[in-house]
């Protein structure tokens, strides 16, 4: 099965800095990507996904991630983050036609914006 | 609202008791999962409903059933509640099992005691 590091588990940042979290896989082959974030107390929500196409996704509130397939990545960034981004970020990875065993979650990211 | 719907929000088991928690998506979605969330482990699978009819394990299944009631419910059963499943419990569903969970469920907060 495939694995996925996320290599910081808390990140802290100012309001207004630059953000860009690590994801990592293990899967050799074909792959679908993507990022969740958790608001404090609240489900998963879907920020973006790649299936194929421009390796450089948008997707809400800002938030874009670039899947670089040599280095088997797909970091998640922000220009300038804001307050209200503080929340818990986890990449997920599905291997496409490699077996009937869903999505792989990383641990997660825990980020705080401080004002 | 549209959105996948679990029930209970909360409970408590006592160890040995049994219980149901329900999840039904009114999306149309042919895919359905049930997660459990620990702190620090992320997200792991229990098992998953590829499409009607059909049900498959996942990472931790062990000490679970599920059920695809019917393409819109998929309910995930405990036999014999143990503290090691005390966890937050999410549903989930999508177009596709390949296309990941696009909506989860508010989660349910389970304690075992």
Redesign the interface.
């Known amino acids: 099965a495939q694995s996925v590091s996320q290599h910081n588990h808390h990140v802290i940042l100012s309001e207004a800095a630059s953000l860009e979290l690590g994801c990592n896989y293990s899967y050799g082959g074909t792959v679908n990507l993507f990022w969740y974030v958790q608001y404090p107390g609240q489900h998963l929500q879907l920020l973006l996904k790649y299936f194929s196409g421009d390796p450089l996704v948008k997707g809400i509130k800002g938030f874009e991630a670039e899947f670089i397939k040599s280095k088997f990545s797909f970091n998640l960034r922000k220009p300038s983050v804001q307050w209200s981004d503080t929340a818990e970020y986890f990449c997920a990875v599905n291997r496409v036609g490699g077996g009937a065993d869903g999505l792989t979650f990383g641990k997660g990211t825990h980020l705080i914006i401080q004002p | 609202n549209a959105g996948v719907t679990q029930t209970p929000k909360f409970q408590v088991l006592k160890t040995g008791q049994s219980m149901t928690l329900q999840c039904a998506q009114d999306m149309n979605h042919n895919s359905m999962?049930w997660?459990r969330q620990d702190p620090?482990?992320?997200?792991?699978?229990i098992y998953?409903s590829?499409s009607e009819g059909t049900t498959?394990k996942?990472?931790v299944p062990n000490g679970y059933n599920v059920s695809r009631l019917n393409k819109r419910e998929f309910s995930l059963r405990l036999e014999s509640a143990a503290p090691s499943q005390t966890s937050v419990y999410?549903c989930?569903s999508s177009e596709g099992?390949?296309?990941?969970?696009?909506?989860?469920?508010?989660?349910t907060r389970l304690t075992v005691v």
């Open positions: 999962y997660y620090g482990m992320g997200l792991r699978l998953y590829a498959d996942g990472e999410f989930a099992w390949d296309r990941g969970p696009a909506f989860f469920g508010q989660g």
